[in-house]
T-cell receptor, first 114, second 111 residues
Framework: EAQVTQNPRYLITVTGKKLTVTCSQN?????MSWYRQDPGLGLRQIYY???????DKGDVPEGYKVSRKEKRNFPLILESPSPNQTSLYFC?????????????FGQGTRLTVV | GESVGLHLPTLSVQEGDNSIINCAYS??????FIWYKQESGKGPQFIID?????DKRQGQRVTVLLNKTVKHLSLQIAATQPGDSAVYFC??????????FGKGTTLSVSS
């Protein structure tokens, strides 16, 4: 089954404690992205990757890091989480090219930073 | 920055009515415009897309209209059903690699 898997689904952490949210896709997609979803703000892109070892900032990259060492994995790293990073996070993948309009999303990770 | 947006944050319709969800965009260089549906507790799901050289595209019970003159995109849902209740996002896939989403419209269908 084609899918994007994120872990964990829910996470409560304290300010400053480093955390990683994992994302894996089994569709051999080149493009992968991280979004955060906040009430009234829709989906905002944090980082995206066009392929292995190629990453770029989205609209709200501050406070986040990513890596793309393998095609299937695209972890999101919060080195020092802060309360304003409390949000619902989605990982997505899609095939490359302008016709790759169908993005497949994970189930989401609800992060609370206290 | 964000280049797509929606006119109304919420839309309420009766079951069986036709729904129209609107979106305004600002980037004329985008090649594709896309609609996604997000049900409660789930990630967004692709509904339909339209290439910038088209005016209309139809799917199953859905039609997307693109008016490049006024930079307007709409999603029409025929015979709306309770299962259509969700948040709908328009998005654009431009010359770069980013897929940019709007803020979303919450569609509520009452029976």
């Amino acid at each position: 089954e084609a899918q994007v898997t994120q872990n964990p689904r829910y996470l409560i952490t304290v300010t400053g404690k480093k955390l990683t949210v994992t994302c894996s896709q089994n569709m051999n997609h080149e493009y992968m992205s991280w979004y955060r979803q906040d009430p009234g703000l829709g989906l905002r892109q944090i980082y995206y990757s066009m392929n292995v070892e190629v990453t770029d900032k989205g609209d709200v990259p501050e406070g986040y890091k990513v890596s793309r060492k393998e095609k299937r994995n695209f972890p999101l790293i919060l080195e020092s989480p802060s309360p304003n990073q409390t949000s619902l996070y989605f990982c997505a993948s899609r095939k490359k090219g302008l016709s790759g309009t169908e993005a497949f999303f994970g189930q989401g990770t609800r992060l609370t930073v206290v | 920055g964000e280049s797509v947006g929606l006119h109304l944050p919420t839309l309420s319709v009766q079951e069986g009515d036709n729904s129209i969800i609107n979106c305004a965009y600002s980037n004329s260089a985008s090649d594709y415009f896309i609609w996604y549906k997000q049900e409660s507790g789930k990630g967004p799901q692709f509904i339909i897309d339209i290439r910038s050289n088209m005016d209309k595209r139809q799917g199953q019970r859905v039609t997307v209209l693109l008016n490049k003159t006024v930079k307007h995109l709409s999603l029409q849902i025929a015979a709306t059903q309770p299962g259509d209740s969700a948040v709908y996002f328009c998005a654009e896939n431009g010359a770069g690699t980013a897929l940019i989403f709007g803020k979303g419209t919450t569609l509520s269908v009452s029976s």
